[in-house]
């Protein structure tokens, strides 16, 4: 593989091509550090020249491509395997603003621009680009785009399929596809960018995008409250729609056990506990008074356990940070075998019932956490306690995914949300997906991607 190192070093610089164990070290393992690899090399292209050059390259002398963005997977989706042969393409230097089109509400960014690097040009320019995750300040938009993420503005704004106007892609045989445009309406053809949205990198390896913008909310009206059950919580989400429409921009919910989390690690954020947690937040243009009068005025009129609604901007911040903090205090808080699940908002109740009487059952004394963004009908479903001493958790894994799933795909749900499939949850794929989808899929990749050479062992 000299040969190759050479030549690659040629295309991105020598200093761009880390091959020693302690260099590669923080690409080889993923987020939640339950996948390692031990890659080739890691390069780091710094133009959609070099990865394409790269990737051709790559081809002539086949070797695997593992496209990485901000490695905040929770799937290992960017994590190589362990068989030193695939490349781990790292994107971080690929971080320009291309441009900011106001009159169009359209933002083109490199695909290792962090997402709060995209928030705050948007900004700048006196527009908001509404996806919000809690890794903001680390994931990219290649792989916001790899996995179609969502986050708290689902309810309102959509998913990245929503979100994306173009992509530049480099294909498996390093051709560059430029479809960075801002249009909204154009009917020649497929819809190619949707192809590589959520497809891992495992098409091709997305270089840049097109963003859509909306105009920056004037006002916020945020507040917690208490619940006793997800059903109410779900009356709520009904309710809040119908009285404030698309103002309503995230409905979140947490379960008991999520804020017992929350508490050993975050003790003076919790304003309360309950049974359940919601966070409703709206937004609008116009007064910030009379949004939060409005809030007040239609709290006032519900029953709740206990409530409180953010008074000013460091209050609002103080609520959200409490929910963009449960998953790292739930790393720091001990393994958990977690679900990224979704089903119709009307199912949660029924699902969050079901599922957990039924795991109960199987497993006496389990401990569920749940959260999310109920408002989309995405659940975080994690189970973090199977048996005493809980030393052999993830050994219960494959019966805690059967029964969790099951549930999910009998309410019409999908067990890959917002965080994509990678190596966790493929063989899962297989069974709950359905098989002609599946071989639809199987049939573009090969197309596409004949020597299986992007992002191998993942879910395709």
Not at 22 to 34: H, K, M, Y
Not at 45 to 55: D, H, I, K, R, Y
Not at 360 to 377: L, N, Q, S, T, W
Request: charged share 20%.
């Amino acid at each position: 593989m000299n040969d190759f190192l050479q030549q690659l070093a040629a295309i991105v610089g020598r200093q761009h091509v880390l091959t020693s164990a302690a260099d590669t070290a923080p690409f080889t393992l993923d987020w939640r550090r339950r996948y390692q690899g031990a890659p080739l090399a890691v390069a780091r292209p710094g133009s959609t020249a070099e990865v394409s050059e790269l990737v051709k390259l790559c081809r002539a002398h086949q070797v695997a491509i593992v496209p990485q963005g901000g490695n905040t997977s929770t799937c290992g989706a960017a994590t190589p395997d362990g068989s030193g042969r695939q490349l781990v393409v790292a994107l971080r230097r690929l971080n320009a603003i291309r441009a900011v089109d106001t009159d169009n509400n359209a933002l083109t960014v490199d695909a290792g621009v962090t997402l709060q690097q995209a928030q705050q040009a948007a900004e700048a320019a006196g527009r908001l680009f509404p996806l919000s995750l809690a890794s903001q300040g680390t994931c990219q938009i290649g792989g916001n785009l790899s996995t179609n993420a969502g986050g708290v503005a689902v309810l309102r704004y959509g998913t990245m399929r929503e979100l994306t106007l173009g992509l530049e892609v480099v294909l498996p045989d390093g051709r560059v596809l430029n479809q960075l445009s801002g249009l909204r309406k154009d009917t020649t053809g497929l819809d190619l960018k949707q192809l590589f949205i959520g497809a891992e990198g495992q098409l091709g390896l997305i270089t840049a995008a097109t963003l859509k913008l909306f105009p920056l909310p004037s006002a916020h009206a945020t507040a917690m409250v208490g619940l006793t059950n997800i059903e109410t919580a779900i009356d709520w989400l009904n309710r809040l729609r119908h009285r404030f429409g698309d103002r309503l921009t995230a409905f979140e919910v947490m379960d008991a056990s999520c804020q017992q989390v929350l508490l050993r690690h975050h003790p003076s954020l919790m304003p309360f506990s309950a049974p359940w947690l919601i966070l409703i937040e709206l937004s609008d243009g116009g007064d910030a008074a009379e949004l939060n009068d409005a809030l007040v005025e239609w709290l006032a009129t519900q029953d709740m356990l206990d409530g409180v609604v953010a008074q000013n901007e460091t209050e609002r911040r103080k609520l959200w940070t409490l929910r963009e903090e449960i998953s790292e205090s739930q790393r720091k808080d001990g393994p958990s075998i977690k679900h990224d699940i979704a089903v119709p908002t009307s199912a949660l109740p029924r699902l969050v019932r079901d599922c957990a009487a039924d795991l109960e059952r199987a497993f006496p004394g389990v401990r569920i956490v749940a959260f999310g963004h109920a408002g989309d009908g995405n659940l975080h479903y994690n189970v973090s306690y199977t048996r005493p001493g809980n030393a052999d958790l993830f050994d219960d894994e494959p019966a805690v995914n059967a029964i969790v799933y099951d549930h999910v795909y009998r309410l019409g749900g999908t067990l890959a949300a917002e965080h994509g499939v990678g190596q966790l949850k493929k063989d899962w794929l297989v069974r709950y997906k359905d098989p002609l989808a599946l071989e639809l899929m199987r049939t573009i990749k090969a197309a596409l991607d004949p020597d299986g050479l992007m992002n191998p062992g993942k879910w395709l």
